[in-house]
């Protein structure tokens, strides 16, 4: 069964860091770009950034452009989302999502996580 | 990137058609045909209905199709059920190399 788990959501200050993490299990990790897609309270999804397969390249939404790093380990399936600066804004459910293997854009996401929370709040 | 056009909120009685609109721009929906959009039930994750434009992954009913013109994205979900009742969102490939989503459309079975 596919299954990515995310974890490492906390409050945090603004202007602080913190580190997400998704663990992907049920399917070839290395052979599929990986996304983060965030939802902050009551409102809709958000794209936040893509990974490619050998992690050499990396998009991400001009919101977190500068301030965020994703990364993956492909030998312990292992997606990262490193977070610096963090605003109140960012504040929200992160969601890991698959993307689809035939998407040709990477614009489609077939397995999702059920999201870690962020909270940045002084 | 501006968020994509959806209406808030859409009703429908059971067995009704209903349609969900998402507008962009030539930069987006209108300049490709990489338009998915998803259903989300209050606090789950969002699940993918419809992906290029029209094409619904394996065991998507049928009752879900999708279509574009120009700028905008349709959703439609004929023969309308209670379980239909959920959140939507429309999301587009963009000329920046991003994704976009819509704001999101609450369905209402009446």
């Known amino acids: 069964e596919v299954q990515v788990l995310e974890s490492g959501g906390d409050l945090v200050q603004p202007g602080g860091s913190l580190r997400l993490s998704c663990a992907a299990s049920?399917?070839?990790?290395?052979?599929?770009?990986m996304t983060w897609v965030r939802q902050a309270p009551g409102k809709g999804l958000e794209w936040v950034s893509t990974?490619?397969?050998?992690?050499?390249?990396?998009s991400y939404a001009d919101s977190v452009k500068g301030r965020f790093t994703m990364s993956r380990d492909n030998s312990k399936n292992t997606l990262l989302l490193h977070m610096n600066n963090l605003r109140v804004e960012d504040t929200a459910l992160y969601y890991c999502?698959?993307?689809?293997?035939?998407?040709?854009?990477?614009?489609?996401?077939?397995?999702w996580g059920q999201g870690t929370l962020v909270t940045v709040s002084s | 990137q501006s968020a994509l056009t959806q209406p808030a909120s859409v009703s429908g009685s059971p067995g009704q058609s209903i349609t969900i609109s998402c507008t962009g721009t030539?930069?987006?929906?209108?300049?490709?045909?990489?338009v998915s959009w998803y259903q989300q039930y209050p606090g789950e994750a969002p699940k993918l209905m419809i992906f290029?434009?029209?094409q619904r992954p394996s065991g998507i009913s049928n009752r879900f199709s999708g279509s574009k013109s120009g700028n905008t994205a349709s959703l439609t979900i004929s023969g309308l059920q209670a379980e239909d009742e959920a959140d939507y969102y429309c999301?587009?490939?963009?000329?920046?190399?991003?994704?976009?989503f819509g704001g999101g459309t609450k369905l209402t079975v009446l």
């Open positions: 999502a698959r993307v689809h293997l035939a998407a040709l854009r990477n614009d489609y996401f077939d397995y």
């Open positions: 049920g399917f070839t990790f290395s052979i599929y770009d």
């Open positions: 990974i490619t397969t050998s992690g050499d390249t990396t």
């Open positions: 030539s930069s987006d929906i209108g300049g490709y045909n990489y």
């Open positions: 290029d434009v029209r």
């Open positions: 999301s587009s490939y963009t000329s920046s190399n991003t994704v976009v």
